[in-house]
């Protein structure tokens, strides 16, 4: 079985949705993810800090930048992921439609490199 990973970006700039709205989106997560590990599927996932909590490192030469912040100002931000393993694309798919239809963000599925 390949691994995928799968992406859920999340508007930046927008604040948190409403408490009742985000409280079924995460039902739903937790119900993909008892899913996923039922069909023994689930590897890894959760969500991430808003990108203003970012720490980038840049090699100069010898020496290492480090600043505060994200790598790119965009439109959009990585808000949470989840590794999965699945038997095709076909079937990592499927749990990232269920991921979009419960989260209503973009999500992106790809596989790993350096697997069969």
Known sequence: MKQYLISMYQPAGQGMPDPEFLAGVMREIDAIRRDLVEA???????????????????????EVLVTDGPYI??????????????????????????????TTLPIEVRPFQGEA
């Open 40 to 62: 023994g599927s689930w590897v890894f996932g959760n969500g991430l800090h808003a990108p203003e909590t970012a720490t980038v490192l840049r090699a100069k030469g010898d």
């Open 73 to 102: 100002e965009g439109k959009e931000y990585l808000g949470g992921f989840t590794i999965i393993t699945a038997p095709d694309l076909d079937a990592a798919l499927e749990w990232g439609r269920r991921y979009a239809l419960a």
